[in-house]
């Protein structure tokens, strides 16, 4: 599972400016930027890293080595190449697997993420299915869902919790998986979202104790109250990006996730605001929100919950694994 963080470069936020150059998708179409011809002879897996890793490097991709071994490994059936047998990457390939390595190679160049390549990703202990242009969990959501299981994990009796802006269902999915007690409602305002977000449900098998709604939190609110209402724990990775950093993303970023999971507003904090509201209304006495944003965001959430929400109170400030503070932590408390 140690793949999940050595390509969270390819996902840096801030990154290569926006690139214009609309790509042409069939291998047929060779142009300067196609790659590497098929080759002539029979390679093997090793040659075939060597000769991806070298051209990725060469038109300026992300991750040369690490994108070239994660295609190569999910062509052989594996997720890394360290856990395929030497013997294996010695032998030749076969012209279905070669092509196959091609075709998937030729789509990282195009600066598709590896994740929406072979279609697949760990998450914590999870391997979610995934496809364009559903945001991809980032490392720093998984140390997300471990402050939320901190504190619901030692709880024995029945739980429920909403996340807001599911995406690939990344949050809601571990949560289940690791609480067995727990029945959890997801939504998002995207019909691709909700529509992945079911598959791995399905294909991780707690479909039953997950409720998937294709909501928008601001055209929809009231709607949302009536299918969300008095949970102990709300959780949420909201669009958090700064508006004015969304041209500085990466082309992987900008040309295949949805803008709509990224964007903030002026401030980034658009989509937070409403997250707020929606927690001071539906979360229990003494429920609470947790919140994944920008390190530049708890002191100025801090300060608008303080003089927009009375019913709820900024707990705790937590960082990431860069140190950044990263996690809010927000609870509801009544004094009626």
Not at 79 to 108: D, G, H
Not at 121 to 147: A, H, N, S
Not at 211 to 218: A, E, G, N, S, V
């Amino acid at each position: 599972m140690w793949r999940r963080r050595v390509l969270n470069e390819v996902l840096t936020f801030v990154g290569c400016r926006n690139i214009k150059t609309q790509f042409v998708w069939a291998l047929s179409a060779v142009r300067a930027c196609s790659g590497p011809a098929l080759p002539v002879h029979r390679i093997t897996a090793l040659q075939a890293v060597h000769s991806w890793s070298q051209h990725f490097q060469e038109e300026g991709v992300s991750e040369p080595d690490l994108s070239s071994r994660y295609i190569t490994a999910h062509v052989l059936g594996a997720k890394t190449i360290e856990s395929v047998m030497a013997e294996t990457l010695s032998e030749l390939l076969s012209p279905e697997k070669t092509q196959q390595i091609w075709k998937l190679c030729a789509k990282r160049l195009q600066r598709m993420p590896v994740q929406y390549v072979i279609e697949e990703w760990d998450f914590r202990d999870l391997t979610l299915k995934m496809r364009p242009p559903v945001f991809i969990p980032r490392p720093e959501t998984e140390e997300l869902v471990e402050i939320v299981l901190s504190d619901l994990r030692e709880k024995t009796e029945s739980l429920s919790a909403v996340e807001v802006g599911c995406g690939s269902g990344a949050i809601s999915l571990s949560l289940l998986k690791s609480l067995p007690q727990l029945k959890a409602v997801a939504l998002d305002q995207s019909a691709d979202a909700v529509s992945l977000t079911k598959e791995n449900a399905l294909s991780l098998g707690l479909e039953d104790r997950l409720q998937l709604y294709h909501l928008d939190i601001f055209k929809d609110a009231e709607t949302v109250l009536k299918c969300c209402g008095g949970v102990p724990a709300l959780v949420s990775n909201p669009p958090y990006l700064y508006t004015e950093d969304m041209s500085s993303l990466q082309p992987e970023v900008q040309r295949f996730e949805d803008a709509a999971a990224l964007d903030g507003g002026a401030d980034g904090l658009t989509a937070i605001r409403q997250v707020l509201s929606l927690a001071s209304q539906i979360l229990l006495n003494h429920g609470r929100l947790y919140l994944e944003v920008d390190p530049r965001h708890p002191p100025l959430i801090r300060r608008w919950v303080e003089s927009h929400l009375e019913t709820l109170h900024y707990v705790q400030t937590k960082h990431d694994f860069n140190n950044r503070p990263r996690f809010c932590i927000l609870q509801k408390e009544e004094t009626n």
